[in-house]
């Protein structure tokens, strides 16, 4: 499984921004996938995961209200609707993708929250 994630950029506070992720390669193995974050000297982090179908998702504290996960399973994309960004939410958010007991990884688009 392959990922390829886009959308970051820079945006002031209380802006809004939507990532996206394209799978590709052997999507018929994928599950769940998601959005973790990595802000500088800190942990990755879970923010968001949505169930195979899409009817299950699965929010963060800090994000919920905020942010939206979705997923098109047409053009297997998964994508992350964030909105009243925040300074600490800047770090450089990845693409997950379960695949039985693997999670694939993107390659990461930096999100920066910045006046």
């Known amino acids: 499984v392959q990922l390829q994630a886009s959308g970051g950029g820079l945006v002031q506070p209380g802006g809004s921004l939507r990532l996206s992720c394209a799978a590709s390669?052997?999507?018929?193995?994928?599950?769940?996938m998601g959005w973790y974050r990595q802000a500088p000297g800190k942990q990755r982090e879970l923010v968001a995961t949505?169930?195979?179908?899409?009817?299950?998702?699965y929010y963060a504290d800090f994000v919920k209200g905020r942010f939206t996960i979705s997923r098109d399973n047409a053009k297997n994309t998964v994508s992350l609707q964030m909105n009243s960004l925040k300074f600490e939410d800047t770090a450089v958010y990845y693409c997950?993708?379960?695949?039985?007991?693997?999670?694939?990884w993107g390659q990461g688009t930096l999100v920066t929250v910045s006046s």
């Open positions: 997950a993708a379960a695949d039985g007991s693997t999670i694939n």
């Open positions: 390669g052997s999507i018929f193995s994928i599950n769940g």
């Open positions: 949505s169930s195979s179908s899409g009817g299950y998702t």
